[in-house]
Nanobody
Framework: VQLQASGGGLVQAGGSLRLSCAASGLSFSNYLMGWFRQAPGKEREFVAGISWSGTSTYYDDSVKGRFTISRDNAKNTVYLQMNSLKPEDTAAYFC????????????????????????WGQGTQVTVSS
């Protein structure tokens, strides 16, 4: 399994970035996909998740209303559209995958799988200047 994240960069506060994660070596449509981030000296946090069908999505409260996760199963790619970026969004962003056949997943269901993600991308840096 290989996950290749891209799209990070330096942006001013209030700006936007779109992250992409291209997956290979897995049956992409059988996997729940997630985006995590980790800032220096902080724990990794689960930012957003999406079920295999795209029917269900999850967002951490800190990004709700500003970030949108989506996926294109034909392209084996998951995206994270980040708008209204804040300096506190500065972090390395990682995409991750876990096999999960549920079309519909509750927020609790997403959080319950946080420690089960077993395939990870290399990370892409997002830096938001004030």
């Amino acid at each position: 399994v290989q996950l290749q994240a891209s799209g990070g960069g330096l942006v001013q506060a209030g700006g936007s970035l779109r992250l992409s994660c291209a997956a290979s070596g897995l049956s992409f449509s059988n996997y729940l996909m997630g985006w995590f981030r980790q800032a220096p000296g902080k724990e990794r946090e689960f930012v957003a998740g999406i079920s295999w069908s795209g029917t269900s999505t999850y967002y951490d409260d800190s990004v709700k209303g500003r970030f949108t996760i989506s996926r294109d199963n034909a392209k084996n790619t998951v995206y994270l559209q980040m708008n209204s970026l804040k300096p506190e969004d500065t972090a390395a962003y990682f995409c991750a995958a876990v096999r999960d056949g549920r079309r519909t997943i509750s927020d609790y269901g997403f959080r319950d799988r946080v420690n089960d993600f077993d395939s990870w991308g290399q990370g892409t840096q997002v830096t938001v200047s004030s």
